[in-house]
């Protein structure tokens, strides 16, 4: 006669039996009979959480330190993929792809070379040279001509001068202004817009004495 209300079922499949004096696996928490207690006779699947025992590489033997809780399998392949000095191991590493990529560092590289400012190209000779012309030219209603046009004509209708030789004129009154340091604060750009501007000044007024003598 069975008492189902008194003991428990032992929890080992082949088992089942009714035990008056069950037993829990401090592992798994899972009821068993005498016989089947143990972890082997069961085969617990968490008895490695009382384990203490050290695993051990099984390619160079070096022991693996594990924590309580921790799977000694899992522990032992980490080891294997990343600290084994076995030959095997590290074949494995190399096989693995496990080089440094050179793409980074030859896009990290690369030389940029500092972008002019701008003074020597035409267009912005052209812009310099009409604002200075309109700031010195005392006639407001004269139509904008370019940068070329509104140099030639001022500078060749110098007596005895071509076209060059009132520029180079214009260009040294400039460097002897600039040269006693009136200007030393100015940025290179207004240097140069400042030096364009007078040496449009200079060659107006040299027209206007011209015209005044013919008259």
Do not use: W
């Not at 009714?18 to 006779?41: G, Q, R, V």
């Not at 990529?101 to 020597?120: F, I, Q």
């Not at 604060?185 to 000044?201: H, K, V």
């Amino acid at each position: 006669m069975e008492f189902p209300e008194l003991g428990e079922h032992c929890s080992e499949k082949s088992c089942k039996r009714l035990d008056f004096l069950p037993m829990k696996c401090d592992a798994c928490e899972e009821i068993f009979c005498k016989d089947h207690i143990t972890y082997a006779n069961h085969k617990c699947t968490s008895s490695y959480k009382k384990d203490i025992q050290v695993p051990v590489c099984p390619l160079c033997n070096t022991p693996i330190p594990i924590k309580r809780g921790e799977m000694p399998d899992i522990k032992v392949g980490q080891h294997m993929d990343r600290d084994c000095k076995s030959d095997p191991a590290q074949r494995k590493r190399k096989s693995q792809g496990m080089t440094p990529s050179s793409t980074a560092a030859s896009s990290s590289r690369g030389s940029s070379r500092s972008v002019p400012n701008g003074l020597n190209s035409p267009r912005t000779q052209h812009v310099s040279v009409s604002r200075s012309h309109s700031a010195a030219d005392p006639n407001p209603s004269m139509p904008s001509m370019s940068g070329q046009n509104v140099i030639s004509p001022s500078l060749s209708l110098q007596a005895g001068m071509t076209e060059e030789q009132a520029l180079q004129r214009a260009l040294e009154i400039s460097l002897a202004e600039s040269a006693c340091g009136a200007h030393a604060a100015l940025s290179p750009q207004e240097q140069e817009d400042l030096a364009l501007a007078q040496a449009l000044a200079a060659s107006e007024e040299d027209y206007r004495r011209q015209q005044h003598r013919q008259q």
